[in-house]
């Protein structure tokens, strides 16, 4: 469909921005952190020790989702349900250095690719491994040579990536005593060792340029000027910024960990580099401002699990913490700003997740899913605009041997497989403190028949009866 091209015109003139680029095609960023938990922005929780202010900005000028899950508790299945549409339990991603993104499935790069759109993946990848010849990261290597898939393969023009984590600051670098958690910044660098992962461009090649100081900012300094360039060439883009940040090991620099310094080590340094990311969205959004591109541009942040058992982070009021499919290892910070398209200062309850991204895109661009295998998102193009409207399909999570099912404003949980199940009405108890299924028996009966038929959805898809 063609977007209101006046609107936007007249909305840049007002803020004495110039419109640039294809102005009939919305470019998207989709913002992504690694373990940020729903409590750790201060726009959603203002206890909160960590600042945030440009992603408070963000969430002021856009739409805050207060509904907004992970399509899993953690970080690889989460990732691509964000590229595929998909529940990861359909094609083989079920948990964190499992599987890898296969070639039958039809990512969001290779659809807006057939649209004219360049698109960029920079940051986390841990879809696959990177290389087949030295060892890397968690499986990459000789030994990880059947989970080789790279960006390029899915869709991909240019790429910055690492198979899996890093540390937050000097990535490639850590004390010889370095502990799993988190250290302060190395000062003397001749003491410190590989930490045994590597930085790949997009032709397959390790990066040894600009590898030190912020993690986030050196992911940023990849993706701006691939921004830079698809504006120049007038081209419509799409933009993966993954950030590893706070995933552990978390480290800050000196600036970042300065107003934190009465916390404890693990604790300083998860807050500074949740600062030091949150200085990146605030680049990456002014330069959207520069460049004369933000009217024009679909920008989405979000997390993609809950925050690590142990860390430093807020789950806020919700209960589990990342691996768990109660509220707080899937309920995340979900925010999406696209100015003279969605109002500022607007919120939403809608039930969101990360696969609703594939589908949302398609449907601003008036086309069609070219296939018939089942979808588990849904187009939210309605709610950014403002509409009431009512999700169309529940969502279903699977991990390890939990199953949940959200319904509206009812939640099926089962942490033994399906052998027994507990409900909860997330609007009046958001925090899972009373178990309904004994005094709602119909309902319990009729969300545990809805889940266990997606569950045996999910499994013809895992067989490969879809492609």
Not at 342 to 358: E, H, K, M
Not at 361 to 371: A, E, F, N, Q
Request: glycine share 10%.
């Amino acid at each position: 469909m063609k977007l209101p091209i006046l609107l936007t015109v007249v909305v840049l003139t007002c803020l004495n921005v110039c419109p640039a680029g294809d102005q009939s095609k919305p470019n998207v960023i989709l913002v992504m952190c690694d373990d940020l938990g729903y409590g750790d922005p201060q726009c959603f929780n203002a206890n909160s020790p960590i600042r945030t202010p440009n992603i408070d900005v963000m969430a002021a000028a856009g739409m805050k989702f207060n509904r907004f899950y992970a399509a899993a508790p953690v970080c690889s299945p989460t990732r691509g349900s964000c590229l595929t549409g998909r529940h990861p339990y359909r094609f083989g991603v079920f948990s964190a250095n499992t599987g890898h993104m296969k070639k039958q499935e039809i990512t969001l790069p290779e659809l807006l690719k057939k649209e004219g759109y360049t698109s960029g993946h920079f940051g986390k990848w841990h879809l696959g491994t990177l290389t087949t010849t030295v060892n890397d990261a968690n499986r990459g290597g000789p030994h990880g040579k059947k989970h080789y898939s790279i960006p390029s393969e899915h869709g991909y023009d240019d790429s910055f990536v690492t198979e899996s984590k890093v540390p937050t600051f000097d990535p490639m670098i850590k004390p010889k005593d370095a502990g799993r958690n988190a250290w302060d910044a190395i000062v003397d660098k001749s003491k410190a060792v590989s930490y045994g992962t590597h930085y790949w461009n997009h032709a397959g090649k390790a990066v040894t340029k600009n590898l030190e100081g912020d993690d986030s900012r050196l992911i940023m300094d990849r993706a701006v000027p691939f921004i830079e360039s698809s504006v120049a060439k007038k081209q419509p883009f799409f933009a993966a910024i993954w950030f590893h940040a706070p995933h552990l090991p978390v480290v800050a620099g000196k600036r970042h960990v300065a107003p934190y310094k009465e916390y404890s080590v693990y604790e300083r340094n998860y807050y500074g580099c949740v600062t030091a990311l949150d200085e990146q969205v605030g680049r990456l959004r002014d330069r959207l401002r520069t460049l004369g591109v933000s009217g024009n541009t679909l920008l989405c942040f979000c997390s993609d699990n809950g925050p690590a058992g142990k860390a430093p982070g807020s789950a806020a009021e919700f209960r589990g913490r990342k691996r768990s499919l109660y509220e707080g290892g899937v309920r995340v910070p979900g925010i999406m700003e696209w100015p003279g398209t969605i109002a500022a200062g607007s919120s939403t309850d809608f039930p969101a997740v990360t696969s609703d991204y594939l589908p949302t895109v398609l449907d601003l661009l008036g086309i069609s899913y070219p296939d018939d295998r089942p979808l588990d998102g849904v187009s939210l193009a309605d709610v950014m605009r403002g509409k009431k409207s009512r999700r169309s399909q529940s969502i279903g999570f699977q991990s390890e041997n939990q199953v949940a099912w959200h319904s509206g404003a009812h939640k099926l949980y089962s942490g033994d497989s399906g052998k027994t199940w507990e409900l909860y009405d997330l609007v009046a108890d958001p925090g899972e403190s009373e178990d309904l299924a004994a005094t709602h028996p119909g309902l319990t009966a009729q969300l545990r028949s809805e889940a266990v038929a997606w569950q045996a959805s999910c499994k013809r898809s895992d067989d490969e009866a879809d492609y």
